[in-house]
């Protein structure tokens, strides 16, 4: 079965860290493009990061630069985000998207809540 499962959201104070994990199975990420975008209540889903198939291209959003990273394990057929400095606004679900050729895939999505 292919999928993309996503996990490590959690609920973490303003100023907080949390690493997101997307791990693929029924396919091999090695030749996809990865994103990783999210949505906040009431809002459109919104790109948050890309990183090229090889690992050495990445792009952000303007809200994230600087804060989140990007990046990949091929061996291990999974993709990070490490979220740092969080923000109440990054409150929103976390989806991992991979793209190639004509194939596309979606995960289902882990929650990430900053709040004290």
């Known amino acids: 079965q292919v999928q993309l499962v996503e996990s490590g959201g959690d609920l973490v104070q303003p100023g907080g860290s949390l690493t997101l994990s997307c791990e693929a199975s029924?396919?091999?990420?090695?030749?996809?493009?990865m994103y990783w975008y999210r949505q906040a209540p009431g809002k459109d889903r919104e790109f948050v990061a890309s990183?090229?198939?090889?690992?050495?291209?990445?792009n952000y959003a303007d809200s994230v630069k600087g804060r989140f990273t990007i990046s990949r394990d091929n061996a291990k057929n999974a993709v990070y985000l490490k979220m740092n400095s969080l923000k109440p606004e990054d409150t929103a679900v976390y989806y991992c998207h991979g793209a190639y050729r004509d194939f596309t895939h979606w995960g289902q999505g882990t929650q990430v809540t900053v709040s004290s």
């Open positions: 990183i090229s198939s090889t690992g050495t291209s990445t």
């Open positions: 029924g396919f091999t990420v090695s030749r996809y493009y």
